[in-house]
């Protein structure tokens, strides 16, 4: 088993931080490109949601880990800000929080069919987890 935690600001720049990351840090397993699209996809959508909505008047942290065994990657990101109060409603397709500033809504459904599993966790004014598992289709040594 490998793994890697770093905690980063929820700044929109640091997404394409993640993403980097988690490409390098995979790249031991040689995931297919389509693979490794669908993983970098889903952190990106993890991430901006937590910088989007986590902290809306302060700003915070996001916390991004991983671990893969074997095949097995699985990814957690969490934040520390105000939570979601409905994660049955926040997972359904187009619900969005902010859609004055024309946001989708589509950002779990993404995370959700990109990854082979889904899970996320909240408690109200303690933050948001989401946690993602891809299975590689094989390891490729």
Request: glycine residues 6%.
């Amino acid at each position: 088993m490998n793994k890697v935690f770093v905690r980063f600001s929820a700044l929109s720049e640091n997404e394409s931080f993640a993403r980097t990351l988690i490409a390098g840090f995979l790249l031991p397993l040689n995931p297919s490109l389509d693979e490794l699209s669908d993983i970098k996809t889903a952190v990106s959508e993890a991430v901006t949601n937590s910088v989007v909505h986590a902290y809306p008047n302060t700003t915070g942290d996001v916390e991004l880990s991983c671990w893969y065994d074997k095949n097995e990657v699985h990814i957690i990101v969490k934040d520390y800000g105000v939570g979601i109060s409905n994660i049955k409603l926040a997972l359904e397709p187009f619900y969005s929080t902010k859609k004055n500033e024309e946001r989708s809504g589509m950002g779990f459904t993404v995370m959700g069919s990109f990854m082979d599993e889904l899970k996320v966790d909240s408690n109200i004014n303690q933050g948001v987890m989401v946690h993602m598992v891809k299975k590689l289709a094989e390891i490729k040594e």
